[in-house]
């Protein structure tokens, strides 16, 4: 009886207890940060811009479900013939495949070979030189690559332009006030890099 008076066996109680509860909360932090973890967008190096003069692919040839099926050799603009191999990761967003430079092939590559690719409706600005992207969210390797809200990492050149009726006073400024829904990422496939941002609002004063 006197075991149970004691305070001693009370507070070990309320440490197992607390211990216990410790231990719920901290799964229930994990369980509740599983969803976001999951749905970050994989990254995807760019290292392959370039406009698509012809597309030589097999009969049936398609892309489903993030993977290709058959095989498609890809004659671009700066000369070179690329083979996209059965079962190469990739998307393709453009309809005019069979148009010469209807599409733009953004791809990482290793060595020879591509490893992942996205083709993507060439734009008609300008002789269609450059290519509209969603906004930058965050910038690598000392301003060098900029990252998109899918993942996808590109080249920035040198000096990008910042075309928008509000004064930023550096591309980091800029790319954490216009969010995707206010602004667009202009790349030059001539200089196969970034050159511009854009807000999407009216103004047009650009700073470099």
Not at 162 to 181: A, G, H, K, M, W
Request: negative net charge.
């Amino acid at each position: 009886m006197r075991y149970f008076l004691s305070i001693r066996p009370w507070a070990a109680l309320g440490l197992l207890a607390a211990a216990a509860m410790a231990v719920s909360v901290a799964w229930l932090g994990v369980r509740s940060l599983a969803p976001a973890i999951e749905a970050a967008p994989e990254r995807r190096d760019v290292e392959v811009i370039a406009a698509v003069a012809s597309v030589d692919a097999d009969d049936g040839w398609r892309v489903a479900d993030g993977r290709s099926s058959g095989s498609a050799r890809l004659a671009l603009d700066d000369g070179r013939t690329m083979l996209v191999a059965d079962g190469t990761l990739g998307q393709v967003d453009c309809t005019a495949l069979d148009q010469p430079f209807g599409c733009v092939l953004l791809a990482d590559a290793l060595g020879g070979a591509i490893v992942w690719f996205a083709l993507l409706p060439a734009g008609a600005e300008d002789g269609q030189r450059y290519l509209e992207l969603p906004a930058l969210v965050d910038m690598l390797e000392g301003g060098d690559l900029g990252v998109l809200p899918n993942g996808w990492v590109v080249p920035l050149g040198t000096g990008v332009v910042r075309t928008c009726d509000e004064d930023t006073v550096s591309l980091r400024d800029f790319i954490n006030r216009f969010p995707q829904d206010r602004a667009v990422t202009v790349l030059d496939l001539l200089k196969d890099a970034v050159v511009e941002v854009r807000c999407t609002g009216d103004g047009a004063v650009a700073t470099g």
